[in-house]
Nanobody
Framework: QVQLVESGGGLVQPGGSLRLSCAAS????????LSWYRQAPGKERELVAV????????YYADSVKGRFTISRDNAKNTMYLQMNSLKPEDTAVYYC?????WGKGTQVTVSS
């Protein structure tokens, strides 16, 4: 059974940083591509970042490029999203995806 559990969300001021984690189990983590998505209130879920199995190839949405960094630790079955220079428009529920499954999300709120 695929399980993905996000953590690390919270309230942060504009310009601040957060690090999200996604702990995974129930599928071949080390041979799976992984992704982060987000969904803001009233908007569709959007792709934020993708990482390949070895962690040496990544993709970022234009809106987060240069500010967010996706990474993974295959020994720990965990994926990360380092978010810097956060903006109010980054406010959303952030979801991780892998192994054809989804986590339940973690709320990120950027506000002064």
């Amino acid at each position: 059974q695929v399980q993905l559990v996000e953590s690390g969300g919270g309230l942060v001021q504009p310009g601040g940083s957060l690090r999200l984690s996604c702990a995974a189990s129930g599928f071949a983590f080390s041979t799976s591509g992984l992704s982060w998505y987000r969904q803001a209130p009233g908007k569709e879920r959007e792709l934020v970042a993708v990482i390949n199995t070895f962690g040496d190839a990544t993709y970022y949405a234009d809106s987060v490029k240069g500010r967010f960094t996706i990474s993974r630790d295959n020994a720990k079955n965990t994926m990360y999203l380092q978010m810097n220079s956060l903006k109010p428009e980054d406010t959303a529920v952030y979801y991780c995806s892998g192994g054809n499954g989804w986590g339940k999300g973690t709320q990120v709120t950027v506000s002064s």
